[in-house]
Nanobody, 125 residues
Framework: QVQLVESGGGLVQAGGSLRLSCAAS????????MGWFRQAPGKEREFVAA????????NYAGSVQGRVTISRDNAKNTVSLQMNSLKPEDTAVYFC??????????????????WGQGTQVTVSS
């Protein structure tokens, strides 16, 4: 069982930046693709970004491409999401997720095996 704990959410003005972090309990953290998803009020959870087990390959949703960077530190069992130029439409609960794979990066919710509890990001206009 992998436990994931997100941190770093908060309130920021439009145009500002936030850095989200996710700490994983799993010692074999490098066996997992790590992803970030978000869910805004009244909307379905959606893919934001993901990173391969090695950190060499990343994948982003079109809505955040160029504004968001995902990274990981396998020595520390952490994955981060640097978000810049934030917009009010980025307001959502952000979830960290783990997918056991060393072959491909997933973008679909059902591909991920473990989830964190989420951290709220609110962007004011």
């Amino acid at each position: 069982q992998v436990q994931l704990v997100e941190s770093g959410g908060g309130l920021v003005q439009a145009g500002g930046s936030l850095r989200l972090s996710c700490a994983a309990s799993e010692r074999t953290f490098s066996n997992y693709v790590m992803g970030w998803f978000r869910q805004a009020p009244g909307k379905e959870r959606e893919f934001v970004a993901a990173i391969s087990w090695s950190g060499l390959t990343t994948n982003y949703a079109g809505s955040v491409q160029g504004r968001v960077t995902i990274s990981r530190d396998n020595a520390k069992n952490t994955v981060s999401l640097q978000m810049n130029s934030l917009k009010p439409e980025d307001t959502a609960v952000y979830f960290c997720a783990a997918m056991m794979s060393r072959i491909r990066i997933g973008r679909r919710i059902e591909e991920y095996d473990y989830w964190g509890q989420g951290t709220q990001v609110t962007v004011s206009s």
